[in-house]
């Protein structure tokens, strides 16, 4: 079946720091792509998404890349802030389906100022 | 500003008791909502499929006679955990998607004692 791997975490960096939690996927579709971002006791919010190969998600100064030939959706930020201390979920969607999502096991992250 | 609204945020009540949870999707209407589970410092895993006006499509592995799925309307669909046994406390999430993404609500914190 689809599944998710995303770097395993925590993840503690410094404000301004650069930052990357990187995701590959194996999916037997053509997968929409996201990441989602869930704050101490709240539910998941949408970051950003990707719908097919080359395409570019991006919000908040975060990045992320459908690489198909990797297999990889990679987030990126050039510039962390302690605002951004929080879980990230990286997530497939395969829409031939009823769009259930298939989540990785989710990176804490934590910027210290 | 939230486009699916989950009641309520937090409940904590004795071994035995049912508990509802109510998943609303707002100023849209779902036919299909997802409910998760997470566990504390893991990921998301999908539980059931909720369908308007049919049974719900449960994932393998739960319990349908323990967790109780009703989509009653085009915009409401409610999880009853029953006979809630300390176990099944946990973080319980809903999901409906609009247009691509899904919306997810806050979250319900589940805690048997």
């Known amino acids: 079946g689809d599944s998710v791997t995303q770097m395993e975490g925590p993840v503690t960096l410094s404000e301004e720091a650069f930052l990357t939690i990187n995701c590959t996927y194996t999916a037997t579709g053509y997968p929409s792509l996201f990441w989602y971002v869930q704050y101490p006791g709240e539910g998941l919010q949408l970051l950003l998404k990707?719908?097919?190969?080359?395409d570019k998600g991006s919000n908040k100064g975060f990045e992320a890349t459908y690489r198909k030939e990797t297999t990889s959706f990679h987030l990126e930020k050039g510039s962390v802030q302690v605002s951004d201390s929080a879980v990230y979920f990286c997530?497939?969607?395969?829409?031939?389906?009823?769009?259930?999502?298939?989540f990785g096991q989710g990176t804490r992250l934590t910027i210290n100022p | 500003g939230a486009v699916v609204s989950q009641h309520p945020s937090w409940v904590i009540c004795k071994s035995g008791t049912s508990v509802k949870i109510e998943c609303r999707s707002l100023?849209?209407?779902?036919?299909?909502m997802f409910w998760y589970r997470q566990f504390p410092k893991q990921s998301l895993m999908l539980m059931a499929t909720s369908n308007e006006g049919s049974k719900a499509t449960y994932e393998q592995g739960v319990e349908k006679d323990k967790f109780l799925i009703n989509h009653a309307s085009l915009t409401l669909s409610t999880l009853t955990v029953t006979s809630a046994h300390p176990e099944d406390s946990s973080f319980y999430i809903c999901?409906?998607?609009?247009?691509?993404?899904?919306?997810f609500g806050d979250g319900t914190r589940l805690s048997i004692l």
């Open positions: 100023d849209f209407q779902a036919t299909t």
């Open positions: 997530a497939l969607s395969d829409r031939r389906g009823a769009q259930k999502l298939v």
């Open positions: 999901s409906a998607p609009l247009g691509e993404p899904q919306h």
């Open positions: 990707a719908t097919k190969a080359d």
